[in-house]
């Protein structure tokens, strides 16, 4: 058992205060947190932001490339994210927790079709203030192919995309690996 005991008498603080300064203890000078080293800033997070607020929403071209694209597995979960998203936000689209407004199935189109299509479909949500969509990609591959041709551009596209803040696949009950969840920034959001 621990016995309290009483204020300490001033000869103790002194011998006390002296022990700290003899062990190189300094009294602090502000009563307000450091918060540490800044993030470390590659320049991405202020490319993309300047890229969302320097286009205009009537554009006409393209927001995605046509490049080459590094091709998915039709079982392979689909999953990215903006650098400065709250994981709870992030952790909450995984488990289907964001109900999605929309959804947009592409199943059927060219691949010039479904990036049109997608693109038109991302303007209109973002127009509308819609948080979370859902767009089905599917998980067939065409016979030119060896991956699945859509999900793989899809997957492309919606990284080059500035208002989309993260995507990942659906639960089983929305598609699973042939859909995803997308997260949307709210126009005037930066």
Not at 8 to 19: C, G, I, K, N, T
Not at 45 to 59: H, I
Not at 115 to 131: I, T, V
């Amino acid at each position: 058992m621990s016995r309290r005991r009483g204020t300490p008498d001033e000869e103790e603080v002194s011998l006390f205060r002296q022990a700290l300064e003899e062990a190189g203890v300094r009294r602090l000078t502000s009563d307000r947190a450091d918060p540490g080293k800044p993030r470390r800033d590659d320049g991405r997070l202020a490319q993309r932001r300047v890229a969302a607020t320097a286009a205009s929403p009537d554009t006409p071209s393209s927001r995605t490339s046509d490049g080459r694209v590094e091709p998915v597995r039709p079982s392979e979960a689909l999953d990215f994210a903006v650098p400065d998203l709250p994981y709870r936000t992030r952790s909450s689209l995984k488990r289907g927790q964001i109900d999605w407004e929309a959804g947009l199935d592409l199943h059927g189109y060219t691949l010039d079709e479904a990036r049109h299509e997608l693109e038109e479909f991302l303007r209109e949500a973002r127009d509308n203030r819609m948080r979370c969509v859902l767009v089905v990609h599917g998980k067939a591959w065409t016979g030119m192919a060896d991956h699945p041709v859509i999900k793989s551009h899809v997957n492309a596209w919606l990284r080059e995309w500035p208002t989309v803040l993260a995507f990942c696949s659906a639960r089983d009950i929305d598609g699973g690996t042939g859909a995803i969840y997308v997260l949307l920034r709210r126009r005037g959001e930066v």
